[in-house]
């Protein structure tokens, strides 16, 4: 059965700093990777997805993941963050393109000023 | 891009009632549609998937006769939560998918009381 750790239950950084949310997924074939923001009191936004070719993708927000397939990891980063960056980010994986998808336990991010 | 509501974003009911939650997709027609429950400061468990004109599949573990779901149309799918009890209080999130991509609703917050 598919499913997806993310490692890190709560993260602050500065604002300015780089950033990297760690996902780890659990899954026999080639997955499906998506990466969501919820805001507080907000729906889930796509920031980016994975379904084949570059293993690095580029998202919205200034945002990038990288599917690694030897580490069964599918990382988000972004090279600065903004106050505005301030929410709960889920890693996300599926086993044909969005038939259920499983969402991980989620990362809080805080952003310092 | 695509939107998807959610009636009522929240509702209050007494412990024995029943409630109603519709999802829409307002411009886009959705042979699928998803349901989940979220805890606070939790993830998204998927609770079925439901399919226009067609039974809804239920995940291991959600009482099929206590969270009906119905999917008249291609637009509209319905969760009613019958004699709801406090323990079914949650964030109750749908979503709707195209052939390309998954939208998320903004969610409905359910309190019994």
């Known amino acids: 059965a598919q499913s997806v750790t993310q490692p890190d239950i709560h993260i602050t950084v500065s604002e300015g700093a780089s950033l990297e949310l760690r996902c780890n997924y659990s899954?026999?074939?080639?997955?499906?990777l998506f990466w969501y923001v919820q805001s507080p009191g907000q729906g889930l936004q796509l920031l980016l997805k994975y379904f084949s070719g570059d293993t690095l993708v580029q998202g919205i927000k200034g945002f990038e993941a990288e599917f690694k397939r030897s580490q069964s990891s599918f990382n988000l980063r972004k090279p600065s963050v903004h106050w505005s960056d301030a929410a709960e980010y889920f890693c996300?994986?599926?086993?044909?393109?969005?038939?259920?998808?499983?969402f991980g336990p989620g990362t809080s991010l805080s952003v310092i000023p | 891009g695509a939107v998807v509501s959610q009636h009522p974003s929240w509702v209050i009911c007494k412990s024995g009632t029943s409630v109603k939650i519709e999802c829409r997709s307002l411009d886009f027609q959705a042979t699928t549609m998803f349901w989940y429950r979220q805890f606070p400061k939790q993830s998204l468990m998927l609770m079925a998937t439901?399919?226009?004109?067609?039974?809804?599949?239920?995940e291991q573990g959600v009482e099929k006769d206590k969270f009906l779901i119905n999917h008249a149309s291609l637009t509209l799918s319905t969760l009613t939560v019958t004699s709801a009890h406090p323990e079914d209080s949650s964030f109750y999130i749908c979503?709707?998918?195209?052939?390309?991509?998954?939208?998320f609703g903004p969610g409905t917050r359910l309190t019994v009381t």
């Open positions: 439901s399919n226009e004109g067609s039974k809804a599949t239920y």
């Open positions: 979503s709707a998918r195209d052939p390309y991509e998954q939208y």
């Open positions: 996300a994986v599926g086993a044909v393109s969005y038939d259920k998808v499983i």
């Open positions: 899954y026999g074939a080639t997955p499906y």
